[in-house]
T-cell receptor, first 117, second 109 residues
Framework: GAVVSQHPSWVICKSGTSVKIECRSL??????MFWYRQFPKQSLMLMAT?????????EQGVEKDKFLINHASLTLSTLTVTSAHPEDSSFYIC?????????????FGPGTRLTVL | RKEVEQDPGPFNVPEGATVAFNCTYS??????FFWYRQDCRKEPKLLMS???SGNEDGRFTAQLNRASQYISLLIRDSKLSDSATYLC??????????FGSGTRLSIRP
């Protein structure tokens, strides 16, 4: 099946630094990708929809200046957590939809675990 | 009202039991529906699609009720390995995919 990769798989950084997370669709093109955040023992929370060639759409309560999204190509979206703080420590997951005629399947990256000290 | 709602659980059932949970959606024009399974600290993985005619895969049965706007997942003869969080996913359009908050299922020996 289709594969979505994320890099890095985990990162530890100091408070105040910026962290960039990459999401790639390896064998298909995705004009749209989704970014989620998941805190321990909680469900996935959609943060934003990344759109190739246009601005990302952010969910209510998600600061666009804090979480910068760039959909650089049809196979790459990046999420940059700017000036990270300990409360940003979380599991960040991306996904990309693959449409096959009228049907669509969502493929998830393996996630990036961010720990901010 | 949330666009997609699920009972968060946790559902705690004995091994071998049958368990079912629902997911309601608000947009009657929603196009496609799926159940995903997420294990702790892992990404969600597709469990099965949900069709109007119903969809059965082994011990799992998924159904769609468009009139009442909900989908359901039934697990028969539950196994310990079924313990996970089950997410319903509703596709409204090419750019709008909505996840439920997930239902936690725990199977006890």
């Amino acid at each position: 099946g289709a594969v979505v990769s994320q890099h890095p798989s985990w990162v530890i950084c100091k408070s105040g630094t910026s962290v960039k997370i990459e999401c790639r669709s390896l064998d298909f093109q995705a004009t749209t990708m989704f970014w989620y955040r998941q805190f321990p023992k909680q469900s996935l929370m959609l943060m934003a929809t990344s759109n190739e060639g246009s601005k990302a759409t952010y969910e209510q309560g998600v600061e666009k200046d804090k979480f910068l999204i760039n959909h650089a190509s049809l196979t790459l979206s990046t999420l940059t957590v700017t000036s990270a703080h300990p409360e940003d420590s979380s599991f960040y997951i991306c996904s990309a939809p693959l449409w096959g005629g009228p049907r669509v399947e969502q493929f998830f990256g393996p996630g990036t675990r961010l720990t901010v000290l | 009202r949330k666009e997609v709602e699920q009972d968060p659980g946790p559902f705690n059932v004995p091994e071998g039991a049958t368990v079912a949970f629902n997911c309601t959606y608000s947009n009657s024009a929603s196009q496609s529906f799926f159940w995903y399974r997420q294990d702790c600290r892992k990404e969600p993985k597709l469990l099965m699609s949900v069709y109007s005619s119903g969809n059965e895969d082994g011990r799992f049965t998924a159904q769609l009720n468009r009139a009442s706007q909900y989908i359901s997942l039934l697990i028969r003869d539950s196994k310990l390995s079924d313990s996970a969080t089950y997410l319903c996913v509703v596709i409204e359009s090419a750019s709008k995919i909505i996840f439920g908050s997930g239902t936690r299922l725990s199977i006890r020996p």
